[in-house]
């Protein structure tokens, strides 16, 4: 049985990573998709369910399943822990479904360093003015705290170089095209087509 | 400005490699590509143009460019030469054309020593009875050539295993979908991006 791929998709907030993510997945509805559901110890906020959005564990949960290295990734933000938990993913991959993580990039030099094989993409916006007006969002927001986010933003984007392959979200449907061309390519690889095609190379390669 | 790439296409005559490659150029001709002319001593045949169909020297004009390591390959066949000029594929490489060599194993092996870069597609046939027929073609061969074009076949495709993707012309449109993906795929990869976004990642990186 072929195994499924492993992608890393990351981007600042803005880029529309989230939107991508969710057309890809109706996109190609027939091939067995999923995106991780991360591990952390914040509060579920209304409407989030455990198990769906994320898996809600106790900090001490958390901390001996870091001892146990249970996890891809893990990082603390401003108090609370998110992890990339590897049984479930393993297991996905095994089944052969494709497996996608929406993390940042420090959690993609984690896994990076776990498994080789990964294929990162990092998704950016079509230009610094369009991404300061997404992060302006609704204009509710002061200048210091649109200031703070640009920082982010561009703290994430610095690592871009670090990524395999790069989208960039101008019009979100070449984007999705973009998207679904790096997915599909994993697949046309030789050591899966050879697991796939096992059989038909026996028989096209037999002396008889 | 963002280089071409380099592909080379294999595959075992009956595999409908010609047929794609045309489809391909159809279908993707907004994007600049071009099918390489190969350079041969084997006489015209009717309707056969030079530059067009092939670059027809003497052998003696042959010899003295392999000596001069004028070929990123090249072969003889029943006393002709066959080979692949590279200054001009490096001249539409440079000029952002993507190129497309139709060659042999062997020629792959050549390349691949001389451009390691070089993005290589195996294309199979669907099954050795599906091969069988179509090198049967109009059935007016005697079973000795038959057999003899599927020994050739069988030994194109042993080597299956030295190409970095394999797609399986089962159905003719889901195999040029998949070929349209590996040559889109190339063009996401960073390396490429970083040349193309270069003016957007110096703005969105900018510290003002």
Redesign the interface.
């Known amino acids: 049985m072929v195994k499924g791929n492993l992608f890393i998709l990351s981007a600042p907030s803005g880029a529309g990573k989230s939107s991508l993510i969710s057309a890809l997945l109706k996109h190609e509805s027939s091939r067995p998709m999923q995106v991780s559901v991360s591990t952390t110890t914040r509060n579920p906020r209304p409407g989030e369910e455990n198990g769906v959005h994320y898996h809600f564990v106790e900090k001490k949960t958390f901390e001996q399943q870091i001892a146990e290295n249970v996890f891809y990734e893990y990082a603390e933000v401003f108090g609370n822990y998110y992890g990339t938990s590897s049984a479930a993913i393993d297991e996905q991959l095994s089944q052969g479904i494709d497996v996608f993580l929406d993390i940042d990039w420090q959690g993609a030099q984690q896994v990076r360093m776990k498994k080789p094989d990964v294929t990162t993409i990092?998704i950016?916006?079509?230009?610094?003015k369009e991404?300061e007006n997404r992060l302006r969002g609704r204009g509710q927001d002061s200048d210091e705290v649109i200031a703070d986010r640009m920082a982010q933003a561009?703290s994430e984007?610095?690592h871009?170089?670090e990524?395999?392959?790069?989208?960039?979200n101008d019009d979100f449907d070449t984007a999705l095209t973009?998207l679904v061309?790096?997915v599909?390519?994993q697949r046309?690889?030789?050591s899966q087509?050879?697991t796939v095609?096992q059989d038909?190379?026996n028989?096209?390669?037999?002396n008889d």
Chains 1, 2 share one sequence.
């Open positions: 990092f950016a916006p079509p230009s610094r991404l561009q984007c610095s871009y170089q990524f395999d392959y790069i989208i960039v973009d061309t790096i599909n390519n046309l690889k030789r087509q050879t095609y038909l190379f028989d096209l390669l037999a």
